[in-house]
């Protein structure tokens, strides 16, 4: 069965660093999703890509956040610096298209720790 | 402002047993109601979505139930499995094209 891939699974880093993550959305899957998501609370959408364009970045800290799919297949994540806030899971989600009736499918995450 | 309220917050029942959770929500226009399971330090997975002129949705053991006019849904677990464990997240979209609003989850624990 298809799945969205993410790398790293953990990642520790010390603030003022810069870190990169990495998606590879299912194959076919138009519509690429970056969210992070603080314990206990629901994911919050950073950016949305249709192919290599994107189409929702409102919420995303542009000051150090950057995200990037170049050629409309995998992603990239980056935080340049990485402050104390910023630790939370970072989760990568495809779809086929998009609009809210298709499902998004979500990757394992990626467990940022800022210390 | 549209707002996802979920409760409880968290919940702990025994395996076997049935439980319910709620989920108000103040967005309009509506347009559709996802319920998702996230497991632990995993990401979330569909259940079920619902439009506007659905009022019931099961998927094997999970069942949803959505009444557009007092603007709640609910979600039923029966005979539940330790498995159940997770976090359950109800997600609306005010309108199809639009950004999912989403609840901050309810936190089930089965014990044994």
């Known amino acids: 069965e298809a799945e969205v891939a993410q790398s790293p699974r953990y990642k520790i880093t010390e603030k003022s660093q810069a870190v990169a993550f990495w998606c590879d959305p299912i194959?076919?899957?138009?519509?690429l999703y970056w969210y992070r998501q603080i314990l206990g609370q629901g994911p919050e959408l950073l950016v949305q890509?249709?192919?290599?364009?994107?189409?929702?970045d409102s919420q995303l800290p542009k000051d150090r956040f950057s995200a990037e799919r170049l050629k409309g297949v995998d992603s990239t994540l980056k935080i340049q610096p990485a402050e104390l806030g910023d630790s939370a899971m970072y989760l990568c989600a495809s779809s086929l298209d998009r609009g809210s009736y298709n499902e998004q499918f979500f990757g394992p995450g990626t467990r940022l720790t800022v210390l | 402002k549209n707002q996802v309220e979920q409760s409880p917050q968290s919940l702990i029942i025994l395996e076997g047993k049935n439980c319910t959770l709620q989920c108000n929500y103040t967005v309009s226009p509506f347009s559709n109601l996802r319920w998702y399971k996230q497991d632990t330090g995993r990401g979330p997975v569909s259940l079920t979505i619902m439009t506007f002129s659905e009022n019931t949705k099961s998927n094997g053991r999970y069942t949803a139930t959505l009444d557009a006019d007092t603007k709640q849904s609910s979600l039923h677990i029966t005979a539940s499995q330790l498995s159940d464990s997770a976090s359950y997240i109800c997600?609306?979209?005010?309108?199809?094209?639009?950004?999912?609003?989403w609840g901050a989850g309810t936190k089930l624990i089965i014990k044994p």
């Open positions: 194959s076919g899957h138009a519509t």
């Open positions: 890509f249709q192919d290599e364009s994107v189409v929702d």
């Open positions: 997600v609306v979209s005010p309108d199809s094209n639009y950004q999912l609003i």
